[in-house]
């Protein structure tokens, strides 16, 4: 099994940034890929960065420009840089974790974070 555990949201203006963090435990081993995933209320859930070794960092269009994803191994942690952030981007940060490379950035995505809210005020 793999734990995630994500960190860092919070209220932020228009225009500001913020740093999420996902912590990742247990068997790590089995994770080939990463992802941050966003849900606004009333919507589904939509995939926004990932990330895998070898493989083009992949970011929605949306984003491009404004958002890092990057990892770091040593701590087993994944982020995700936020810089310009926009009303739009209010909602339920999700971080995830799939076993296989096939279908990158889809997924399937096996293991969940428990979310981190992110709220941009105009």
């Known amino acids: 099994q793999v734990q995630l555990v994500e960190s860092g949201g919070g209220l932020v203006q228009a225009g500001g940034s913020l740093t999420l963090s996902c912590a990742a435990s247990?068997?790590?081993?089995?994770?080939?890929?990463m992802g941050w995933y966003r849900q606004a209320p009333g919507e589904e859930r939509e995939l926004i960065a990932g990330?895998?070794?070898?493989?083009?960092?992949y970011y929605v269009d949306s984003v491009k420009g404004r958002f890092t994803i990057s990892r770091d191994d040593a701590k087993n942690t994944l982020y995700l840089q936020m810089n310009g952030l926009k009303p739009e981007d209010t909602a339920m940060y999700y971080c995830?974790?799939?076993?296989?490379?096939?279908?990158?950035?889809?997924?399937?995505?096996?293991?969940w974070g428990q979310g981190t809210q992110v709220t941009v005020s105009s």
């Open positions: 247990g068997s790590i081993s089995r994770i080939k890929v």
């Open positions: 990330l895998s070794i070898g493989i083009t960092t």
């Open positions: 995830a974790a799939a076993q296989s490379q096939v279908t990158y950035p889809l997924g399937p995505y096996a293991y």
